[in-house]
């Protein structure tokens, strides 16, 4: 295999989520050569990976996503909002995480973007979209003359996720994860008060719209917590799939059309 070729192969590996050569929790791998049976195949000695437990601790999802909703309803502005996520103890990826990633922009910023999860680069740094599908999130918004630096709510955005910790090796949220953490995504658009949302990509569809399924939903504005709501390929799919950029550039000029219809 050629330089080229395996760097291909690199890259659509981390694509994957498969960015890191070690797993969260160290596993003792001579202990586990002592416990296999010499006949086992060697698959069988490989345990269930820890990252795979199921990430919603002692409560059940319903039971968080009602302490969450009660604590979301409780906080009156978002600094308080950012507390009491931060100290909601039902979501075991916040164990796992090494960042809250809250927020980034400006929250006068009339629109708000709601994307997935943090990846590698936002779990580092505490921020949204800061890898590779951030920066071309940026060129996206930069093409309809908006900025995460903008001081100026007409030009500015306003960015989020459904989920503020990094899920293990970059898997996709759980269904159970969505709808527990939901109250407090809903409560922050509430108190953002964005005229207009994106909802980048599947998950943010799920846990706002209640359904999945991009490719039919992209382009078909949708109500979130009473403002008009797009949903757009995420920017991690484009960069898997450019041929469907000229989507993504339909429904920034769809949302640029909004913007300036609306007062
Ligand atoms: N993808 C997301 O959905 N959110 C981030 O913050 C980074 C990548």
């Not at 075991?92 to 910023?109: C, E, H, M, R």
């Not at 979209?129 to 630096?149: E, S, Y």
């Not at 399924?213 to 797009?230: C, D, F, K, N, S």
Request: aromatic share 6%.
């Amino acid at each position: 295999m050629g330089y080229h070729d395996a760097l291909a192969m690199l890259d659509w590996q981390i694509e994957l989520g498969a960015d890191e050569a070690i797993l969260d929790a160290p596993v003792d791998r001579f202990a586990l050569e002592e416990a296999a049976a010499p006949v086992a195949a060697p698959v069988a000695r490989v345990p269930a990976a820890p990252v795979a437990a199921s990430p919603v601790a002692a409560a059940s999802a319903g039971e968080a996503a009602e302490v969450a909703r009660d604590a979301a309803g409780a906080a009156g502005d978002l600094p308080s909002l950012r507390a009491a996520m931060e100290g909601f103890g039902h979501c075991a990826l916040s164990q796992t995480a090494n960042s809250f990633v809250f927020s980034d922009g400006n929250p006068a910023a009339r629109v708000m973007i709601v994307g997935e999860a943090p990846g590698r680069e936002e779990d580092q740094q505490g921020k949204p979209f800061v890898g590779r599908a951030g920066q071309l999130l940026d060129r996206m918004l930069a093409a309809i003359g908006l900025d995460r630096a903008s001081d100026a709510p007409a030009t500015a955005v306003y960015i989020t996720n459904m989920l503020p910790w990094r899920p293990p090796q970059n898997r996709k949220p759980e269904a159970a994860e969505l709808s527990m953490l939901a109250p407090f995504v809903r409560r922050h658009i509430e108190l953002a008060g964005p005229d207009l949302l994106i909802l980048m990509g599947n998950s943010a569809c799920e846990g706002l719209l209640g359904r999945a399924g991009i490719t039919r939903l992209r382009g078909q504005w949708a109500e979130v917590a009473g403002r008009p709501a797009i949903p757009m390929f995420h920017p991690a799919y484009l960069l898997r799939r450019p041929q469907d950029k000229a989507h993504a550039w339909a429904d920034l000029l769809s949302l640029q059309s909004r913007l300036r219809s609306l007062p």
